[in-house]
Nanobody, 124 residues
Framework: QVQPVESGGGSVQAGGSLRLSCAHS????????IGWFRQAPGKRREAVGG????????HYSDSVKGRFTISQDSAKRTVYLQMNNLKPEDTAMYYC?????????????????WGQGTQVTVSS
């Protein structure tokens, strides 16, 4: 698989919004999934959410439910992460990852190809 490419990171104030994009090469199909993960300095990488490309089922981690929204443009093979009401604790490097046999969209071990990441910084 081709490495997915993230874009859209930046610096915002608390309460602001950002939209990240993940350009990928995953064909629709059972188990095909694009996941979003993040890693803050000194912390373990954690799941943000994931979308199954074929049936558009989306899963979110509890920490972002209600604030973040994942969507896709199938024609562009792009997955988006809309982040609203950002908080300083959302500051992290955000990664998208592609998996072809994913059962649990929030488990990073099921993703085989990772992007380079895009930095999101939220100031108070």
């Amino acid at each position: 698989q081709v490495q997915p490419v993230e874009s859209g990171g930046g610096s915002v104030q608390a309460g602001g919004s950002l939209r990240l994009s993940c350009a990928h090469s995953v064909d629709p199909g059972r188990g095909k999934c694009i996941g979003w993960f993040r890693q803050a300095p000194g912390k373990r990488r954690e799941a943000v959410g994931g979308i199954f490309i074929g049936d558009n089922k989306i899963h979110y981690s509890d920490s972002v439910k209600g604030r973040f929204t994942i969507s896709q443009d199938s024609a562009k093979r792009t997955v988006y992460l809309q982040m609203n009401n950002l908080k300083p604790e959302d500051t992290a490097m955000y990664y998208c990852a592609a998996g072809t046999y994913v059962a649990d969209a929030l488990y990073e071990g099921e993703y085989s190809v990772w992007g380079q990441g895009t930095q999101v910084t939220v100031s108070s």
